[in-house]
């Protein structure tokens, strides 16, 4: 009952997050970050990460689970969150409108501040940037779950199906069947937090950082949610995450 309560208590947390500034559903909730990402999104890479289709076996899998059921465990929302953000350099508004449209349980309040946090666009949290070839090891180890929701890959060995371009039969599939990889997700990965954090490198950077920590930090001490974290002590932020 307790940890059930604390969850009702993160839910209005972030439903007042919405009503204390509802412009988080169309602005940066640090300013510093606008124009970091382009406006208009690559077609071709939000297509792809919307269907299901970026060569990336696990991020796939759960994307046509969610188009399919309307329903994805958080972890996996989040990481595929952070696949369009940081892999694919995808401003997070498209992105999570698409997400919007597919989620039975959406809620607004709880919807975007996520989307910002899980885009490393809030100044206060945790830069996540989750591995979505290690998240299948980890998820998904035998891959019943990729085999399920990606049937082009019935063919690659239960050892192989997570990074199917390291078979010996990928010519055949890969390209044809099945994609390449849209990126090199650890590339990809490596460049999105450099640009991250040349944002983050300044005192006014800083200083805005502080004061949406005031204006949206939990005011229960002790108690902290996964990726909701305050500014690092002396108003930095924390190093980024990968998972």
């Known amino acids: 009952m307790t940890s059930f309560s604390g969850r009702l208590h993160w839910r209005d947390h972030f439903t007042q997050k919405l009503e204390d500034q509802p412009a988080l559903e169309t602005t940066n909730l640090h300013p510093a970050y606008e124009g970091t990402r382009p406006a208009e999104p690559d077609p071709a890479r939000l297509a792809a990460w919307s269907n299901g289709e970026t060569g990336l076996p696990f991020v796939d899998a759960c994307m046509r689970a969610l188009n399919a059921t309307g329903w994805l465990n958080f972890r996996m929302r989040a990481m595929l969150m952070a696949v369009s953000s940081y892999h694919l350099w995808l401003d997070w508004r498209r992105p999570g409108e698409h997400l919007a449209r597919l989620f039975t349980d959406y809620e607004p309040g709880i919807h975007w501040p996520q989307v910002q946090m899980q885009s490393g666009t809030t100044g206060i949290n945790t830069v996540r940037i989750y591995n979505p070839v290690k998240q299948g090891y980890d998820q998904d180890p035998?891959?019943?779950?990729?085999?399920?929701?990606?049937?082009?890959?019935?063919?690659?060995?239960?050892?192989?199906?997570?990074?199917?371009?390291?078979?010996?039969?990928?010519?055949?599939?890969?390209?044809?069947?099945?994609?390449?990889?849209?990126?090199?997700?650890?590339?990809?990965?490596?460049?999105?937090?450099?640009?991250?954090?040349?944002?983050?490198?300044?005192?006014?950077?800083?200083?805005k950082a502080n004061a949406i920590q005031h204006k949206h930090g939990s005011r229960k001490a002790g108690i902290k949610m996964r990726g909701q974290r305050p500014a690092a002590k002396g108003g930095g932020p924390e190093k980024a995450s990968l998972v």
Do not use: C, M, T
């Not at 039969?169 to 044809?176: E, H």
């Open 142 to 207: 035998d891959g019943v779950f990729i085999r399920r929701w990606v049937p082009e890959l019935a063919d690659v060995p239960r050892v192989l199906v997570h990074e199917p371009w390291r078979w010996d039969g990928a010519s055949g599939l890969l390209g044809k069947a099945y994609p390449h990889p849209i990126v090199d997700h650890l590339a990809a990965a490596k460049e999105a937090r450099q640009k991250v954090w040349a944002v983050r490198g300044n005192k006014a950077f800083r200083n």
